[in-house]
């Protein structure tokens, strides 16, 4: 197993303490799933990256959603399944804010499950709608 290298600073988006709302589709879009689906969605793009699928954040209350961060004005070129994923951006007059941990700390009720690095500062978009669709 390739161990990820680690960032020398912050991503400008990621909170130096605590946690922050970002808004979807400046720095990155986002691919909310929520409960299960997310869990199993995670164990297959973590194994099949090898543990550098870039930054998935972790919602540790009520809905346990998981938000995959993709690279800017990718998220909304997939057609996410209806009510099982969904898609953050800016576009349509909607505006849409995703929670972010810091690196280290107290960040509760969110976490990263998997981190932003050099390597991978985002989710492959293209890798995520692909094993969604296997999943279901």
């Known amino acids: 197993m390739n161990l990820p290298k680690p960032l020398d600073t912050a991503p400008s988006w990621v909170p130096a303490s605590g946690h922050a709302l970002r808004h979807a589709g400046v720095h990155f879009d986002a691919v909310r799933i929520a409960g299960m689906l997310a869990e199993e969605v995670t164990y297959r793009l973590m194994t099949y990256t090898d543990f550098q699928a870039g930054p998935i954040v972790r919602q540790l209350a009520g809905q346990r959603n998981m938000y995959f961060l993709v690279p800017p004005q990718t998220a909304a070129a ?49 890798l995520l709608h692909h094993l969604l669709l296997e999943v279901l």
């Open 78 to 126: 997939y057609g996410w399944p209806g009510g099982r994923a969904r898609a953050l951006s800016r576009g349509a007059g909607c505006a849409a804010y995703v929670g972010v941990p810091a690196l280290d700390g107290l960040t509760w009720p969110l976490d990263w499950r998997s981190r932003p690095t050099r390597d991978m500062p985002f989710v492959d978009p293209e």
